[in-house]
C-alpha cells in the first residue's frame, strides 16, 4: 500500500483539532504534548501502513496492560525509567554537580511507610527462608565525611523473586525497612539473600518483551534510597555479583559501579560476633552522597501508593499540580 495521508492539510488541521488547539480551555503543555504524541503515531500508521486488526490488537495489549497496573513493569522494559536516569545524570553534569553513588531505576515495587530503625534493622520475618545476609555500609558525602543519621530506606525480593505487599504470601513490609545511619554513617542490616526478579510468565509486559525476542529477567539486586538534609536524594540499587542476568537485566538497572559480590562467610567467631546461627554471605555497599544546595530533587514514585497520591496524579493531569 502507499497511502500516505499525514501531510495533508486535511491531517494537520485534525491533529490540531484533537489537541484542543481551537479551543481556549485546558492546559497548554497537555496540548503541545498531545499533539506531537498522537501526530507522530498518526504518521506511525502512515510510514508502517498499520493495518486495522494491528491498531486494535494495540488497543486490547494496552487495555489489558492498564487493567492488570503493568505500566509501571513494562516502563523500565522499554528503557524509560533508564533514559530519565540518562537525562538525570546530564542535568547533573550541566550544573557540575559531579561525585556521587551513580543512580539507578526505582523501579515499581517500592512502598513507603516501612518500619524505622536505628543504626540496625532485621528486613526478614523469621519465616523468610533463604541464605542468611549481612548487609553493611557507610554513608559519606563527596569529601569522604560520614553523613550521621542519614536515611537508609531499603527494599528486595525474597528467595522466589517476589515483593511483600505484590506477593501476598508475605508478611507486611517483610525486607522493607528504613534505617538510619549511626553517628559514624554505618548501617547494617541482617536479611536473606535475594533472587532474581522475572516478570510474570504470560502476562502483558512479558507479551510484549517476547515479540521483540527479549526476556524479562532482573538479576538479584537490593533496593535503596539514601537522603540526609543538604545533600542530594539517592535512587540506586545494588546488582549481586555472578547472577547470570547481572550483565542482562531487562529493566536496564544495571552499572558497574553498582555490582556487589556477596562474600560467603564461614569463620565461627565471625557467626559468633554477630550472633547469627551459621555461615552467611556478606554484602557491602557504601554509598557517597552529592551535596545540593537547590532544595532536594524531587523524588520520583514510580507508582501512587496512597490515597493522597492518586489525588495528585488527578491534580496534575487537570494541569493544577503545583509543581
Ligand atoms: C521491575 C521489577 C523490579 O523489581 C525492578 O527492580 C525493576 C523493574 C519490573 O517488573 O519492571
Ligand atoms: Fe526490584
Same mark, same amino acid.
Given at each position: 500500500?502507499?497511502?500516505?495521508?499525514?501531510?495533508?492539510?486535511?491531517?494537520?488541521?485534525?491533529?490540531?483539532?484533537?489537541?484542543?488547539?481551537?479551543?481556549?480551555?485546558?492546559?497548554?503543555?497537555?496540548?503541545?504534548?498531545?499533539?506531537?504524541?498522537?501526530?507522530?503515531?498518526?504518521?506511525?500508521?502512515?510510514?508502517?501502513?498499520?493495518?486495522?486488526?494491528? @491498531?486494535?490488537?494495540?488497543?486490547?495489549?494496552?487495555?489489558?496492560?492498564?487493567?492488570?497496573?503493568?505500566?509501571?513493569?513494562?516502563?523500565?522494559?522499554?528503557?524509560?525509567?533508564?533514559?530519565?536516569?540518562?537525562?538525570?545524570?546530564?542535568?547533573?553534569?550541566?550544573?557540575?554537580?559531579?561525585?556521587?553513588?551513580?543512580?539507578?531505576?526505582?523501579?515499581?515495587? @517500592?512502598?513507603?511507610?516501612?518500619?524505622?530503625?536505628?543504626?540496625?534493622?532485621?528486613?526478614?520475618?523469621?519465616?523468610?527462608?533463604?541464605?542468611?545476609?549481612?548487609?553493611?555500609?557507610?554513608?559519606?558525602?563527596?569529601?569522604?565525611?560520614?553523613?550521621?543519621?542519614?536515611?537508609?530506606?531499603?527494599?528486595?525480593?525474597?528467595?522466589?523473586?517476589?515483593?511483600?505487599?505484590?506477593?501476598?504470601?508475605?508478611?507486611?513490609?517483610?525486607?522493607?525497612?528504613?534505617? @538510619?545511619?549511626?553517628?559514624?554513617?554505618? @548501617?547494617?542490616?541482617?536479611?536473606?539473600?535475594?533472587?532474581?526478579?522475572?516478570?510474570?510468565?504470560?502476562?502483558?509486559?512479558?507479551?510484549?518483551?517476547?515479540?521483540?525476542?527479549?526476556?524479562?529477567?532482573?538479576?538479584?539486586?537490593?533496593?535503596?534510597?539514601?537522603?540526609?538534609?543538604?545533600?542530594?536524594?539517592?535512587?540506586?540499587?545494588?546488582?549481586?555479583?555472578?547472577?547470570?542476568? $547481572?550483565?542482562?537485566?531487562?529493566?536496564?538497572? $544495571?552499572?558497574?559501579?553498582?555490582?556487589?559480590?556477596?562474600?560467603?562467610?564461614?569463620?565461627?567467631?565471625?557467626?559468633?560476633?554477630?550472633?547469627?546461627?551459621?555461615?552467611?554471605?556478606?554484602?557491602?555497599?557504601?554509598?557517597?552522597?552529592?551535596?545540593?544546595?537547590?532544595?532536594?530533587?524531587?523524588?520520583?514514585?514510580?507508582?501512587?501508593?496512597?490515597?493522597?497520591?492518586?489525588?495528585?496524579?488527578?491534580?496534575?493531569?487537570?494541569?493544577?499540580?503545583?509543581?
Amino acid at each position: 500500500m502507499t497511502v500516505k495521508i499525514f501531510d495533508t492539510p486535511d491531517v494537520q488541521a485534525f491533529v490540531k483539532t484533537v489537541a484542543g488547539f481551537d479551543k481556549t480551555g485546558g492546559n497548554d503543555r497537555a496540548k503541545q504534548i498531545v499533539h506531537r504524541l498522537v501526530g507522530d503515531l498518526f504518521k506511525l500508521i502512515d510510514d508502517f501502513d498499520v493495518t486495522e486488526e494491528e @491498531y486494535w490488537a494495540g488497543v486490547n495489549l494496552l487495555n489489558a496492560l492498564g487493567s492488570q497496573t503493568q505500566f509501571g513493569l513494562l516502563s523500565p522494559g522499554l528503557g524509560f525509567d533508564h533514559f530519565l536516569d540518562m537525562r538525570q545524570d546530564a542535568i547533573d553534569a550541566e550544573a557540575k554537580r559531579t561525585g556521587g553513588t551513580p543512580r539507578t531505576i526505582e523501579g515499581p515495587l @517500592y512502598v513507603a511507610g516501612a518500619p524505622e530503625a536505628e543504626g540496625f534493622a532485621r528486613l526478614d520475618d523469621e519465616a523468610t527462608e533463604g541464605e542468611t545476609m549481612w548487609l553493611t555500609g557507610q554513608v559519606r558525602d563527596v569529601n569522604g565525611t560520614p553523613i550521621a543519621g542519614a536515611k537508609v530506606e531499603i527494599w528486595h525480593a525474597n528467595s522466589q523473586g517476589g515483593y511483600s505487599f505484590f506477593d501476598p504470601s508475605q508478611s507486611e513490609y517483610n525486607l522493607r525497612r528504613t534505617i @538510619y545511619a549511626d553517628s559514624d554513617g554505618r @548501617y547494617t542490616a541482617r536479611s536473606i539473600i535475594p533472587s532474581g526478579y522475572g516478570v510474570p510468565e504470560g502476562a502483558p509486559t512479558d507479551v510484549v518483551l517476547k515479540s521483540l525476542g527479549r526476556h524479562g529477567e532482573r538479576p538479584a539486586h537490593i533496593h535503596y534510597f539514601v537522603s540526609a538534609p543538604g545533600h542530594q536524594h539517592l535512587t540506586t540499587q545494588i546488582n549481586l555479583a555472578g547472577d547470570p542476568y $547481572t550483565y542482562d537485566d531487562f529493566a536496564f538497572a $544495571t552499572r558497574e559501579e553498582l555490582v556487589v559480590p556477596a562474600e560467603r562467610i564461614d569463620d565461627p567467631a565471625e557467626i559468633a560476633k554477630r550472633d547469627l546461627d551459621g555461615p552467611f554471605s556478606h554484602v557491602v555497599f557504601d554509598v557517597e552522597l552529592a551535596q545540593t544546595d537547590a532544595a532536594e530533587l524531587q523524588v520520583r514514585h514510580a507508582r501512587p501508593r496512597a490515597k493522597e497520591d492518586d489525588q495528585d496524579l488527578a491534580s496534575q493531569l487537570a494541569g493544577t499540580a503545583k509543581v
